[in-house]
């Protein structure tokens, strides 16, 4: 038996029931998701829905901003600003690694340091999702 796949943050491990015991909401909760094409689980062979890691995270933000008063549609709106916005950061410290690395002594150029630098989200909190990852 190969357990190493349950370290995958994308291997569908959580069937339906269990996702929702997790998440504390409704199964009908996590088919809407489903239904409006913004959390589309795997399906099993005998074609019942599967969760990862990933996707109950992304359900999880999104219903903290349904109990915030958001719409579906401005949830998941948020969320994929949210993990543009994340991205974005990831991209700039990683440039800005590169231009501290040319300039010869580990300081970036460009008069900007990290202590000003906004904060990177961290994974719980629905930053840095893979969205695409609910097209599958």
Same mark, same amino acid.
């Given at each position: ?5 349950? /370290? ?31 959390? @589309?689980?795997?399906?099993s062979a005998g074609g019942h829905r599967r969760y990862s890691r990933r996707q109950l995270r992304l359900a999880a933000r999104l219903r903290e901003l349904f109990d915030d008063g ?15 916005? *994340? ?6 410290? @990683? ?19 990290? *202590? ?8 719980? /909190?629905?930053?840095? @999702? ?5 097209? @599958?």
């Amino acid at each position: 038996m190969d357990v190493s796949k349950l /370290d995958d943050e994308d291997y569908p491990a959580w069937t339906m029931g269990q996702a929702a015991d997790a998440l504390e909401v409704q199964p009908a909760f996590l088919r809407s998701l489903d239904a409006a094409d913004v959390v @589309q689980p795997h399906r099993s062979a005998g074609g019942h829905r599967r969760y990862s890691r990933r996707q109950l995270r992304l359900a999880a933000r999104l219903r903290e901003l349904f109990d915030d008063g958001m719409t579906l549609a401005a949830a998941d709106r948020i969320v994929r600003l949210e993990t543009e916005l *994340a991205e974005s950061q990831a991209e700039n410290r @990683q440039l800005r690694r590169r231009l501290g690395e040319e300039d010869g002594n580990g300081a970036a150029t460009g008069g900007s340091d990290s *202590a000003n630098a906004p904060t990177e989200r961290t994974e719980g /909190d629905g930053a840095g @999702q893979d969205l695409d990852s609910h097209a @599958q």
